[in-house]
């Protein structure tokens, strides 16, 4: 059985860090793209950041790029998205996510992934 378990989120003033963490089982990791999706009251899922199976292709949305950071520990089976100057429009909750495929490529796409954790909260104060 597929699982990932978020962890990390909290409550947090603007230019504060946070650094989330996604443990995930159930696949074999190392062979796995993941990615970061956030999902704002009343808007749609949208892309963070992804990551391929060895971790030398990194992909951000433009929101985020010089601030977040995607790297992932194979040994552990863990991926981390480091947030660091956060905003208030970064209020969301964050979904770590396994992708489809191969796990070559980092993909921004919803659909080119199949299993997602339960989310955690992330709150920017202003």
């Known amino acids: 059985q597929v699982q990932l378990v978020e962890s990390g989120g909290g409550l947090v003033q603007a230019g504060g860090s946070l650094r989330l963490t996604c443990g995930a089982s159930?696949?074999?990791?190392?062979?796995?793209?993941l990615g970061w999706f956030r999902q704002a009251p009343g808007k749609e899922r949208e892309f963070v950041a992804a990551i391929n199976r060895s971790g030398g292709s990194t992909r951000y949305a433009d929101s985020v790029k010089g601030r977040f950071t995607i790297s992932r520990d194979n040994a552990k089976n863990t991926v981390y998205l480091q947030m660091n100057s956060l905003k208030p429009e970064d209020t969301a909750v964050y979904y770590c996510a396994f992708a489809r495929g191969s796990g070559t490529y980092s993909y921004i796409q919803r659909r080119d992934y199949d299993a997602w954790g339960q989310g955690t909260q992330v709150t920017v104060s202003s």
């Open positions: 159930g696949r074999t990791f190392s062979n796995s793209a």
